[in-house]
């Protein structure tokens, strides 16, 4: 087992009463491009120290906001998928392009020609899906490296984005027209949702989705927030056509140049890349919960014990197919105060958690399983 711990001050948002929603710096990295979140929390993103270099590197930021350069190149390392062992990365843009598999070491392990290759989303099991923008197409990669054509054609035009829902719905944006497409991976159906404001001459960026919404990153300074029933959208943060670099509540906040998108693994914060500042960005509680119960509409229960704890509080998850992943400590008031981070590599399912260096006070516990579930109780700590 291996913990990291996080001492840092944050605003987050699990089952508590908290309305407001805020932008906050998370790190800084120069030219910020694509960036994924693992089912660790770790933030990976790509990158070039300057734009006057041929320097590309794609990075791992732990959640503690620790950066390590993972892959250097001198060419371009373009927009990626990533798995618990694997990273899938696009090469140089163009007709003869590239795209390079990778492990998580900076090993180079293999490569597929893959024309005009743009995002990408990478299974477990090493099967992989990417946008040609240039081609208008959605392609299936499998493990082998044979391919699949899974949709192509109008309304798809320079598609630049993919995203995935828990239903396996594929979504997309394309690069110019700004119009946000759905696709059928069966059927290979392609449905316009809805066409946001244009800009000259590039209009969005890397899309990416949470709980029933799309955030769509937009040269025009802010990120749109669409229903994926394709009913409406509005702007989720910042001010259209305002760029400048403040942080605060999303509905004044100003953003510069997002590019790309991606909520935590609870799906309560969206990070994003500030390109035009040079900055990895978060937005703290994408949905606004407001009081959610303990384990509301969780089916995963854990206990806790003694409560009220001195020195040591007992933590047993009760499910047998899971196991623990993470654990935060959050006060009454919302402050996130200590995480503790698990490798995944051992079945953990018991945690015995000394609270020496606790405070006196009143907690909330939420525990993240390897199925994605948070579960929230209180605790006191006597």
């Known amino acids: 087992m291996k913990t990291k711990i996080l001492f840092a001050v944050v605003l987050v948002a ?20 694509d960036l994924e979140v693992d089912r660790f929390g770790n933030i990976w993103v790509n990158y070039r120290v300057s734009m006057l270099s041929n320097e590309h590197r794609l990075a791992k930021i732990s959640p503690t906001g620790t950066i390590t350069d993972v892959i250097i190149e001198d060419h371009t390392l373009g927009q990626f998928g990533i798995n618990d062992s694997i990273i899938w990365i696009a090469g140089d843009w163009g007709a003869s392009a590239f795209v390079y598999k990778y492990d998580h070491s900076g090993n180079r392990l293999d490569s597929i020609s893959m024309p005009y290759p743009t995002a990408i989303i990478l299974d477990p099991d090493g099967t992989w899906y990417i946008t040609q923008n240039a081609l208008g197409r959605l392609t299936k990669v499998n493990p082998d490296k044979t391919t699949q054509t899974l949709a192509s054609g109008s309304p798809l035009s320079y598609n630049l984005a993919l995203a995935r829902d828990e239903n396996g719905m594929f979504y997309t944006c394309n690069l110019m027209n700004a119009r946000v497409i759905k696709i059928d991976p069966n059927t290979g159906a392609k449905t316009t ?4 404001p244009t800009a000259n001459p590039y209009s969005v960026g890397f899309l990416s989705y949470s709980k029933g919404n799309l955030y769509v990153p937009s040269a025009r300074h802010c990120i749109y927030k669409v229903d994926t029933a394709g009913i409406s959208y509005s702007v989720f943060a910042g001010t259209e056509m305002n760029a400048g670099d403040v942080n605060g509540a999303i509905d004044t906040a100003l953003l510069n140049t997002p590019i790309a998108t991606h909520p935590s693994i609870t799906g309560d914060t969206l990070y994003y890349t500030d390109s035009g500042n040079g900055k990895i960005k978060m937005i703290i509680v994408l949905n606004n919960i407001t009081g959610i119960s303990e384990n509301q509409k969780i089916k995963t229960t854990f206990e806790i014990y003694p409560n009220p704890a001195i020195e040591t509080l007992y933590i047993e998850l009760k499910a047998k197919n899971e196991s623990i992943v993470k654990i935060d400590f959050i006060t009454i008031d919302a402050k996130l105060i200590d995480s503790i981070y698990f490798s995944g590599t051992e079945n953990m399912q018991q945690y015995n958690l000394s609270l020496a260096r606790l405070p006196k006070g009143s907690y909330i516990l939420n525990i993240t399983t390897s199925k994605g579930e948070v579960i929230s109780k209180k605790f006191i700590k006597s």
């Not at 699990?14 to 491009?33: E, H, M, R, W, Y």
């Not at 949702?193 to 946001?196: E, G, M, N, Q, S």
């Open 14 to 33: 699990f089952g508590l009463n908290i309305k407001a929603q805020t932008v906050s710096d998370f790190v800084s990295v120069p030219n910020p491009d």
């Open 193 to 196: 949702l809805v066409t946001l």
